[in-house]
Structure formats: C-alpha cells, structure tokens
C-alpha cells in the first residue's frame, strides 16, 4: 500500500507519528519501537544519466510494519533561500533490495537486458523555496532500501563558474519507522492455542521457512467464540514472506471453508514468512488453534528433525524440533490425519500440539553450488565445479545457486550466458529451457511446463536450441542473496514440449558481475559511484548516444558530424595564424611565441576532448587541456601588456609574473570565472595606468592618431566582445563545437587588430656642447696604452685647455 501526500507547511514530525500510531493500534496491543533515520540534505542534477543521480541507501529492521519517508526539497541561491528560482520538479525513486533502474528519458535498454520494477513520485512546489512530501509503504520489506532522486533533464546550458548565482536544489529524505515488538513465533508442525480478545482486531504471527522447502500450509482449527463451537469462523486469515501481510497478501476467508487452511507452493527458503489473523466485526472473543505444517522435498522420507537442519543459529536446539521431546503427548482433535507419512502424533499438553513434517513425493534435484571468484570491485565470476560445460539429463532438471553478497553486489550487472553444444543432442530438436529465480529454484512438478511462474514467484526466461544456440540474460542492479538458475530439456514434437528420451544435452554457462552492461560499449565511459559507505556503477554516454548502457542511437552523432565538429575545432585555431605573422613583423618574438603555443595546444586538446571515436590524443587529457587553458590566458595577458608599450625589462617581468600567476590559478580552479576577468582586467589597469601617463606628458591623447582608433581599437574591441558574449551566453552543449569554433576564431582575429604597430626606433640625440671653463685634459700615449712603450721614458705630450 503505496501513496504520496503533500503536507501543509506547519506539519511536522509528531503529525506523522500520529498517523502511523493509528494505523498500529489495528494490530493489537500497539507494542512498537520507532526509529528515526535521516540523511544530510545534496544537491540535485539535471537528469542524464545515473550518473547524474543522487542516490540514498537506508536500512529497515525486520518486523517494520510501517515505514514513512518525509521527503524535503528547498531551494539556495548565493547563500539564502532562493525564492526568484523556477520552480522544477523532482522525481524521487524508491525500491528495495538494490538501487533503482530508471527510464525518465525513455530511452532503449541494451539487448537481453531485465528491468526491476520500482515506485516513483514526483514533487511539486507547496511554499516559493520549499516543499515537503511523504511517501509512505505500510509492511515495507526488510533490508536496504534506495532512494534516487534528480531534476528534469535540461537545455545543456554551458555557464561559465561565477557569472552568476546559480540556483541550487537541496533534497534531504528522512525516514521514520514503526516496528512491532514480541511477535510470537510459530514453529513447523507445532499447533498451539490462541484468542483474539474483544478489544483486539487481529493478532500476528511469524514462523521460518527453512531450506528445501516445497510447500507451506497453515491451519487454524477449532475455531469458536466464547467457547462456543460455531459453524463459521469469523476470521480471515494472510500470508506473506519477508514483512506482515498487507491487503493484496494470499488469504483464506475462513468463514466459508472448515476447516481453514492456507497454503503457499514453492515458498521462499530461509525467510521469515508472517501469519495474520483478523477478526470480522463482533462482539465476542474469538478462539481457535493454529500451526504451520510444511513439506520437505530434500528427502524421500523426512526424520524427525530434517527441517531444523537450516534453522537460524540464534534458536539453537530449542528452535529445531527437538521442542517436542519436552512436552507429554496428546491428540490432536479435528486434524485430518496422512496416515503412516504424517508421522506419529506426540504427546502434548492441551494448548500445543506436535505433528510431524510430511514428505513431498516430488523430491528436490541436488543444487550444485558456484565458486566466487572476485576479480576486482562489481567483477566476480561465478565458477561452476567441473564445469562450465554442463550436462542436463533427459529425466529431471540441473539446478546451479548464485550468490551476491549484500550490498557489495548490487551496484552492478548480473550476467548469465547460454550456448548449446549442437552435436551432443544427436540431431534432436531439443530446447533447453531455464528459470532465474531469486530465492528458491522453480522445480514445478509438471516437466513439460515452459513458465518461469508460480502463485507465489517468479522468474525470468532463457531458453536455447539447435537454431539458436546462444542466449544471454542482464540484470542491471539486482537483489542481493541468492538466486537460482534451473536448467530442463524437452523436445518439442507436434503435441508441444514432451520429455526427451535418452537425449543428454550438453551446455556452456557463464554467470559473472560487471560493473556495467558491456562496459557501456563505444560511445560511453563506465563510472564508479559512491554515496556514503555504498558503491556502484553507472553509465555516462557520449556523442548523442543514450540508455542504460548507451545504445540508444536515436540521437547519435554520425560520423561525418563527429569529423566535422573536430576539424571545425581544430582548424579554427589557424586563425591565430595572422596575428603570428604581424607580431613577427612588428618584432613581438614573446608575443609571437605564446600565440604560437596557444594555437598548437589549443588544437590538439580539441582533437582529444571529443566525445566519438574521432578523437586523436599526443598527451594525456588533463595536460592538454591546463596547456590550452593557460595559452588562451596568456595570449589575453600579453597582448594588452604590449597594449601598453612598456619598457622593455618590465614588460618582460609581468610576462614571467603573470605566467606564474595564471599557473596557480588554474591549479587552483580552471573553470572559474575570476581565471579569466582577473588578468584581463589586472592588464586593461596596467594599459590604462600607462595611456592615462603618456597622455598628460603629452598633452594630448594616447593613441594619438584617429585611425589607429577607428581602424585598429573599436573593431578589435568589438571583436573580443562578441567573443566573449558567445562564450558566456550562447554557448550549449548541442552548439558547442560551431560556437566554440567561432569563438576561436574571433579572440585571434581580436588579437590582430589589437596588437600595437612597431615601436619606432629611438633618435640619437647628440650630446650639448660643454661650457668652455677651466681645466686640463691629460693625452695619454696611445702606444703606452698598449703596452708598446717604456714605462720609464713616459711623458706628457701635451697639455690641453679648456
């Protein structure tokens, strides 16, 4: 029983304890703990893939009867409540045992592949940055339950970190549970008195189902109220495995069938299974006698204590059947007796009974187990001992165990693969038939049946023959414990499938655990996932491809698109080819060089970044791209350095500071928006502080000429505008490589118009004369400077005044 309701603002906590403690005081005498479990609030994504998912693991106690998710989705924007932000609505996805598989993008699953079923709900906005959900699951299944939740898929918007304050949508799932205390447990074959008083509505109980297991009956007998035999007993009785019945559960109207039995084919092994018996309205206590009788099918005759084997450890023997050598014998009245199979009646005080488990004629087939082999995380092969060709007779069916261990295997892919060996059926048609099932093999007592179904389970299908004698089975995130893989053979023949006759087919199996549906194949990169303590694995496509394991091809990129986009990325870096020549020629060597490094690494990190198979990679990606990113911010950097025409030495100091600078802030955050406005506008104020200097120098307006203005700045200007506007505002993921292109093509273009003309060289001014004034000037010898005179005949040539 499943519903969502939107609650009012003021609702809170204790609300929602009142509601579950209605619905408890129908159980009986309202004995329960309550557990809170909460989780800290994420950030939603826009859907893409499961990637993208948030996704949240709990855990609900055995004997839960009730369990209330309160969902909490609220709006931030820059620190506060983010009320001016849309209104988007969030999916949320519940199931248990192992985490959703979802569809929202209706995309195609890969070929062979299963997919579980889960709950999904979707909230909308109650309050302008708050909303508030329930959803609420009455007997909810023990174990791990996952929650995933995302928002619409969007335009795929390219924003650049920092231009704006994004609007963020935090979720934040708690979980209140209910769970009865002291539920009396049943044990096979035990009958024992009870009562529902006036004052109760139903009573429950429990008993466990051991392994090997075919069938699972419950009586109740000697109905009557107020000690009083009646002819109709005014109960209804349920079953359920795992968790207390619920409304849809298997009954037995009690009223019309004496007496009242229930019984449930092909149980569950080594589970819980949960009795209710409600009373219908009166107004007298309601009496009766109940017990469980199974059917063991392990052996052709049953002992005493054959069902105790597989009994949980934590009874010890008391749990076994050993209970009935304590108690005296007695009879057992209005139970129909099996003759010499039942098994003798114990003696036993009036209130508990002991009957014998009975055997099933239909004995179970040996289960052969399966080696685990872990390979790495969500990569185990399941071995099969002497196998993995197998051999199936003709006259009963192979039955193999698989087990996933919890939590650890259910991020991943199950994986089952079938091949016949043609020439070991002898040119019979035969067809191999199995049944995947989780938590007990379906070894139906009709041999010709081909269905993977039962009243109580069911399975999926496989099924192999001469024709084509290869099939395979995915199961992407499945239930942890175990399953079981049952394989039959039958001919088919003009009536149907008949029992094939001296026929031992031979077949190949692989059972294996994958991260991913074939590791997400071409167009898609297998991703690794955590959130808290649980791992798992997701696809994440690429190149317009979709799905689960990215082969939906609907929106896939052709080769030709994918080629174009990498030559339109690459090619237009060319463009930077002209400002190369004129920085040459204007003598800009340093200028020259950056441009140079900028257009190669530009270049070939586009050809690595695509996401097809035209990609070409000289490094490795994360090289490539810091190169690219710190090119195209020091081409910004030194062209308006040289903007400003420096001297020399300090301009050749802010390149060298300003390549150390841009180093670590791309270290620091490539994607930020202060990694390309900070140098920009650090340079544009050392541009500005240089202009504004020469211009009160010379009185006069820095650049002095018009043209250079009209001609030269205001388009340059315009250009790397324009450029950075389509960086900022158009660009998207479905434009990005025309767009990107264009932008490449503008900031270079940009960089020519802006680069300064050659710097003039300096006119030699010659030195003023001196003022005539005293003094002398001493003439050396030229040839005594040399070293080619005497030192001892040195003289004065002459004396010169001045």
């Known amino acids: 029983m499943w519903w969502l309701e939107g609650f009012r603002s003021g609702m809170g906590r204790l609300e929602i304890l009142l509601l579950v403690y209605t619905f408890l005081c129908s159980l009986g005498d309202c004995l329960f703990v309550t557990d809170y479990f909460t989780r800290t609030p994420r950030k939603l994504n826009a859907y893409r893939s499961f990637a993208s998912v948030e996704l949240f693991h709990f855990n609900v106690p055995e004997d839960t009867v009730v369990a209330v998710w309160n969902l909490i989705t609220f709006k931030e924007q820059g620190g506060t409540f983010g009320d001016s932000c849309p209104d988007r609505n969030v999916t949320v996805y519940f199931r248990s045992g192992a ?22 709900v979707t909230l909308t906005w109650t309050l302008p940055n708050r909303t508030t959900g329930v959803f609420n699951v009455t007997s909810p299944l023990p174990g791990d339950w996952f929650l995933a939740a995302h928002l619409p898929k969007d335009e795929g918007k390219i924003s650049v970190k920092g231009l704006h304050e994004e609007c963020q949508y935090l979720f934040q799932p708690q979980l209140i549970v209910q769970r009865l205390i002291g539920i009396s447990v049943l044990y096979p074959g035990y009958f024992i008195d009870q009562m529902i008083p006036l004052h109760n509505r139903s009573v429950l109980y429990k008993v466990f189902i051991p392994n090997y297991i075919s069938r699972v009956k419950v009586q109740l007998v000697d109905c009557n109220t107020k000690n009083r035999s009646g002819e109709s007993c005014p109960v209804l009785l349920k079953i359920r495995s795992r968790a207390p019945p619920v409304h849809n559960s298997s009954a037995m109207d009690c009223r019309e069938n004496v007496p009242c039995e229930l019984e449930v084919p092909l149980p569950s092994w080594e589970q819980w299974y949960y009795i209710l018996v409600e009373r219908y309205l009166s107004s007298s206590d309601v009496y009766f006698r109940i017990g469980v009788q199974v059917k063991d099918c392990s052996k052709p005759s049953v002992s005493k204590g054959s069902s105790a084997m597989n009994m949980p450890q934590s009874f010890g023997t008391a749990m076994g059947f050993s209970l009935s050598e304590t108690l005296p014998a007695a009879s057992l009245p209005n139970v129909p007796q099996n003759g010499s199979d039942q098994g003798s009646l114990l003696n036993a005080e009036d209130s508990i009974t002991y009957l014998a488990p009975t055997a099933d004629t239909n004995k179970c087939w040996p289960i052969r187990p399966t080696l685990r082999n872990e390979l790495d995380t969500f990569s185990v092969h399941f071995y099969i001992f002497f196998g ?18 919890p939590v650890l295997d259910s991020g991943g892919v199950l994986n089952m693969e079938l091949k016949l060996n043609v020439s070991s059926v002898r040119g019979e048609n035969i067809t191999i038939f199995g049944c995947l099932n ?4 379906l070894s139906l007592h009709d041999n010709t049946s081909v269905s993977c179904e039962s009243e109580s389970v069911s399975g999926f299908h496989l099924s192999i023959n001469t024709t084509t004698n290869i099939t395979k089975l995915r199961i992407p995130y499945p239930q942890t414990g175990t399953w079981y893989l049952s394989l039959r053979s039958l001919c088919a023949t003009e009536h149907g499938f008949e029992l094939c006759t001296n026929v031992t087919a031979e077949v190949y199996l692989r059972s294996y655990l994958t991260p991913c549906i074939n590791d997400c194949g071409t167009y898609g990169q297998c991703k690794l996932l955590r959130t808290n303590n649980y791992l798992y694995a997701a696809c994440e496509c690429k190149a317009g491809w979709d799905g689960w394991g990215c082969t939906d091809n609907t929106e896939a990129y052709s080769y030709g698109f994918q080629l174009l986009s990498t030559l339109l990325l690459c090619l237009s870096n060319l463009m930077f080819v002209p400002p190369v020549t004129i920085a040459i020629r204007s003598h800009y060597l340093l200028e020259a060089s950056v441009y140079i490094f900028t257009m190669f690494f530009s270049t070939f990190y586009h050809a690595c970044d695509q996401p097809g198979i035209v990609v070409f990679c000289i490094m490795e990606y994360d090289v490539l791209q810091f190169c690219d990113f710190l090119g195209s911010l020091m081409s910004v950097w030194v062209t308006v350095i040289a903007m400003a025409r420096l001297k020399s030495i300090i301009k050749q100091v802010l390149y060298l500071l300003g390549a150390m600078a841009l180093s670590m802030a791309l270290q620091l955050d490539r994607h930020g928006l202060w990694n390309l406005l900070g140098p920009s506008l650090f340079a544009l104020g050392i541009m500005a502080i240089a202009w504004t200097v020469r211009t009160i120098r010379r009185r006069r307006c820095y650049p002095p000429t018009w043209k250079r203005w009209v001609f030269f700045l205001f388009p340059g200007t315009t250009i790397a505008t324009s450029a950075v506007a389509l960086y900022a505002f158009v660009e998207t993921e479905e434009n990005y490589f025309y767009i990107h292109s264009i932008w490449h093509m503008l900031i270079a273009g940009s960089v020519g118009f802006l680069l300064p003309p050659r710097a003039k060289p300096d006119v030699k001014v010659t030195p003023l004369k001196r003022r005539r004034g005293c003094g002398y000037q001493l003439c050396v010898n030229e040839h005594e400077e040399m070293g080619l005179v005497d030192p001892a005949i040195i003289t004065i040539n002459s004396i010169c005044t001045s």
């Open 99 to 120: 985490p959703p598989v979802i569809n929202p993008l209706q995309t195609r699953f890969p070929k062979d592949t299963i997919v579980p079923g889960s709950f999904a």
């Open 388 to 405: 993995p060709n197998i051999s199936i007779p003709p006259d009963r069916a192979a039955i193999f165990a698989i087990n996933l261990m």
């Open 438 to 441: 989780h938590g007990m093999p």
